[in-house]
Structure formats: structure tokens, C-alpha cells
């Protein structure tokens, strides 16, 4: 029977990946990949040798079809994203979607996602949270500033580097210089770093600090 193991690649430190995960990898048949060099990159590393087929956020539906026949017509497939978990925040959902749809055994194993240490690391409540992921750019983002405002629990937030700035920025318009955030960056890296404070704070340190690398974004729940 077919099966599509989706396997979490580690987010910076390579030391993150499981030996169950190396395992899988060794023993699939075929790894869908966000980024064929990324994930190449990751093999080498680790001395595996499997064939590399594209799965990105901009391929999803074109590749769907196939991607699904090529599963089907093998053992065990692998699903992995550049970073973290595949489905968060990456592609993978379609797929997933497909795959259940059409008989296919589906198996997630357990690893990084980079939202958790930075939620956990934050000092905010973490028993309940709302999980944002990455704001609309234009249509949709002043409504979820919005909602986000009038949530009592923690909210996280992905953002990229050059637009973190303008984020603390509309995050202090629309919920007020008082409210607390930490950016998590670069999670597991050498220069891994939390900043904690009030939004007014924290954006004030990175106009003068131009961040690089991935953010993971906390925002306190209202008062």
C-alpha cells in the first residue's frame, strides 16, 4: 500500500534532525522537496542518495496529478519543507489532501517547527495560543490586526526579515505602545536571539538593529 511520510527537517542546527527521520529518508522511495538544492544540501550532509522531485508553494497544483500517481506507484514517499515542519506555514496541505483522498496512507513524523521554542522561550502564556502564521501583504491584514488586538491569548506571527520593522510598527498602531512582543531569531543558530518588551521597545531596537534570518513573532494577549 501506498504511503507519503511527511518528515519536519531541522530549521538551522543540523544536530535537530531524528534518527528516525534519517531513517526514512534512507529507505523512501521518492522525497518531495521545497527546494531540490535545499534539501540536496541536507542529504549530502548526511551521505543519502534519493531522488529529488520539486514541491513548492508555487508548483502546488500544476504537479498535484503527478505527484500523486508517482506516490501510488511506490512503496513509501517522503514529504519534506526547506525548514521545520512541511504544512506550516509551507507547502503541503494540497498534497496531504490528495493523498487521503485517494486511499493513500498518511504518516507525520514528530520534529522542528519553529513557532514552538519560540512560543515556549517567549515568557507568555503558551497553554492556549492562536497560531497566525504569516499575515496577509495587502488584502485581509488590517482585519486579522484587528481580531489579533482583541485576543486574550498569545498570538504567533511569522515575518521576514525586511518587513519586520513595518510589522512591530502596525502592531503598535493597532494595539498600542504597551503591548508586549518578543521576536524570536535565527531559533537554533549560532546567533540565535530573543528580544522582549514592549512593542515600541522592540521596534525601536531593530531600526537601528536591520534584522537578518527567520522571525518568529509573539504578541501578548490583551489585557
Do not use: W
Not at 498535484?64 to 526547506?82: G, M, N, P, Q, Y
Not at 549560532?190 to 537578518?212: D, F, L, M, N, Q
Amino acid at each position: 500500500m501506498a504511503k507519503l511520510v511527511i518528515v519536519p527537517t531541522p530549521i538551522g542546527n543540523l544536530e535537530d534532525i531524528t534518527l528516525r527521520a534519517l531513517r526514512i529518508l534512507r529507505e523512501c522511495s521518492v522525497i518531495f522537496a521545497e527546494d531540490t538544492r535545499v534539501t540536496g544540501k541536507l542529504l549530502k550532509h548526511f551521505e543519502i542518495q534519493q531522488q529529488l522531485i520539486s514541491f513548492h508553494a508555487n508548483n502546488e497544483h500544476k504537479v498535484l496529478e503527478r505527484a500523486i500517481d508517482k506516490i501510488l506507484s511506490v512503496d513509501t514517499a517522503v514529504l519534506v519543507s526547506d525548514a521545520g515542519t512541511p504544512g506550516i506555514s509551507d507547502p503541503g496541505f494540497l498534497l496531504v489532501r490528495a493523498c487521503i483522498e485517494h486511499g493513500v496512507e498518511v504518516e507525520c513524523l514528530p520534529g522542528p517547527v519553529a513557532f514552538v521554542p519560540a512560543l515556549v522561550a517567549s515568557g507568555f502564556p503558551c497553554d492556549k495560543f492562536m497560531f497566525e502564521g504569516f499575515l496577509p501583504h495587502k488584502k485581509g491584514r488590517q482585519t486579522r490586526l484587528k481580531l489579533i488586538a482583541e485576543s486574550e491569548l498569545t498570538v504567533v506571527l511569522y515575518e521576514s526579515p525586511h518587513r519586520l520593522v513595518k510589522c512591530l510598527g502596525q502592531i503598535e498602531e493597532f494595539m498600542g505602545s504597551e503591548r508586549e512582543v518578543c521576536v524570536a531569531r535565527e531559533l537554533t543558530k549560532i546567533h540565535e536571539e530573543y528580544k522582549r518588551g514592549k512593542v515600541s521597545e522592540v521596534k525601536k531596537y531593530y531600526e537601528t538593529h536591520p534584522p537578518k534570518g527567520e522571525i518568529v513573532i509573539l504578541i501578548a494577549g490583551r489585557k
